[in-house]
Structure formats: C-alpha cells, structure tokens
C-alpha cells in the first residue's frame, strides 16, 4: 500500500510540474498574485460548507445515542478534511481516524461511529454525483455537444455506476461479510474487542432506514458541495476572467469529480488540475486560468488543513485517554 502511495505520489507531483512548465510558471504566479483577495475570502467563506457537512454527518451520527454536540462534528469533519488533504492516505484516512476519534467522545462505540461515517461518507458520495449530474446538465445548456461533452458524461456514467454498486452492496450484505471476516481474523490472531463491531451491517441498514435523516443529511452534502460554486466565481472574478454563477457551478462540479476520481493520488495533485483545464476550456477560460484557480483552491486547503492536523493532535490527547473501560479494546500485533 505505501509502495503503491508513492508512486501514484511521484506520478501526481511529475504532472504538475509538467503542468506548470509546460504552460508557464510566470504567467500561472501572476494570475493568483491577481486573484489575491479573494484567497482571505473563500478560505473565510469555506466555513459554510464544513458547516453543512459537519451537520449532515451528526445527523446519521446521533439518531437514539448520545448526542455530540455540532462543535465536536465541526472538528471531526475539519481533521477528516485536513488528513485526507494533507497526508498521503489516498483520501480516507481521513474517515479512519475520525471514526476512532468519534468512538471515543462520549462513548459513542466503533460500531455506531463506523455505521454513522459509512453512511456519511456514501451518502456525500452519491450527492457528489448527483452534483455532477446536475452541473451537467446545466452544461448542455450553455455549450454545444462536442467531444469533450461526450466524455464527460460517459464519465458521469461510470460515476453513477461506482455510487450504485457502492450503495447497493451495503444493502446486499458487503459489510456483513467483511465484519465476519474480521471477527474468524481477529479470534484467530487473538486480538480483543473485535465484538464490538458485531452487528455493523445492521447498524448502517437501520441508519439508513431513518429516512429524514438520511435525507437531510443527502440534502445538505448536496448544498455543501453547490457552495463551492461561490468559490469559483469569486476566484475567476479575482483573476479577471469572470463567469456567470451558472458556468461556475458547472466548472465547481466537473472540478470536484475529478478531484474525486484521482482519490489514488495524494491531494489528487495534477489530477484536480487537469480537470479544470479540461471543464474551463468549454467556457474560453486559459489552461493557465484553470491551473491558477486549482492552486488557488489548494491555497485555501491549506489554510484550514494545517491548523485542522494540530486540531487532530488535540483530540487524540483530550479524546483518546487512556481510561479503566479500555481494558476491552482491540490491540493490533505490535501494539503495546
């Protein structure tokens, strides 16, 4: 796995080195120098979006358990989005250790945290493609067919495929199998508290069968994501190049599914880069301008990134102490 991080690593950062020579570095720095002020204001107004996914996350999370309070959610989903951002944990890790640090806040339970960040992380999946599908179709509106249209669509194919089998093998049983195959691993190795997991699969179904919840949740993943349009706009404004709302909602979501789709890739490096290349070229925009914007919103990822990991290193203190109901946890081999 860490052989295969590298080198889908290497691959990102060679690509967008490439990039920037081969459409120039010079012109690629003036345009974010120009876009300067509005760096302050979308890392400011990013706290919107934190704010609607941290609420849709507690939603599935709280439902006749104890209840987190939105704070406690809001530096979950700031350390999830950090990690993932940040770290070279091919964009999950992310959901990893916020679900261990979940589990313990208010002794929630590794099974209702990894039920409630599942769900989450599904649901936010497939309001991502419903996301797409409608900037797409907005799209059609604006541009005439060509082939590029063409190929973002059979891409959005593939996406709503992915979202299906992804959500379907849940209710088909996928979770359940690997929970049994957890449990036949860890009695053979040893290891404690594996029992905590039992009935995972029936955690997750019964989540999502809280319909309103479930709903809402999907709602506000969708509003999370259609915020990143006043990124856009507000970014190409800066730069002097502006669009109307409407090219910028569908540039935010040609963007954010390749983002998406390079999830192998460290930050997606390169990969997001390229996609706004391709979806800005449909609305006259330079692969200078959508190379800029990319880094621009990468800014802007650091910003809330780097205090988000000293956030994590908090909660691992103040969340993950040891404490005399430990006894029962899971102890990898190797662990002391």
Request: glycine share 12%.
């Amino acid at each position: 796995m860490r052989q295969l991080t590298f080198i889908a690593g290497a691959f990102g950062i060679g690509l967008t080195i490439w990039m920037l020579g081969r459409f120039g570095l010079h012109d690629i720095l003036r345009l974010i120098a120009a876009g300067g002020w509005s760096i302050p204001v979308i890392i400011i107004f990013h706290a919107s979006q934190v704010c609607v996914s941290a609420q849709a996350w507690r939603l599935l999370a709280q439902s006749g358990r104890p209840r987190l309070s939105f704070t406690d959610f809001f530096a979950l989903r700031c350390a999830r989005e950090g990690i993932n951002n940040l770290l070279p944990v091919a964009q999950v890790g992310g959901e990893v250790i916020t679900t261990r640090l979940m589990a313990r806040r208010e002794n929630l339970g590794i099974r209702r945290a990894a039920a409630a960040t599942i769900c989450d992380l599904t649901i936010e999946l497939l309001s991502q493609v419903t996301f797409t599908l409608i900037g797409l179709g907005v799209l059609f509106c604006l541009v005439n067919r060509s082939h590029v249209t063409d190929e973002l669509m059979e891409s959005a194919g593939a996406a709503v495929a992915l979202g299906a089998v992804f959500f379907g093998s849940q209710y088909l049983g996928a979770i359940s199998l690997v929970e049994k195959l957890l449990v036949r691993i860890a009695a053979h190795l040893g290891w404690d508290g594996v029992e905590d997991i039992r009935g995972l699969h029936a955690e997750i179904i019964a989540l999502y069968r809280t319909h309103e919840n479930s709903l809402r949740a999907g709602a506000l993943q969708l509003l999370g994501w259609s915020l990143g349009t006043f990124e856009v706009f507000l970014v190409l404004t800066a730069m002097g190049h502006p669009l109307s709302l409407a090219d910028s909602f569908v540039i935010e979501s040609v963007g954010q599914a390749a983002k998406s789709a390079g999830f192998v890739v460290p930050g997606a490096l390169g990969v997001s880069e390229g996609g706004y290349i391709i979806i800005g070229s449909l609305f006259g925009l330079s692969p200078q301008v959508g190379i800029a914007l990319s880094l621009i919103k990468r800014l802007r990822e650091i910003a809330w990134g780097l205090p988000s990991l000293v956030a994590w290193q908090v909660m691992e203190i103040r969340w993950i102490r040891p404490a005399p109901s430990t006894t029962g946890e899971m102890h990898l081999p190797g662990q002391s």
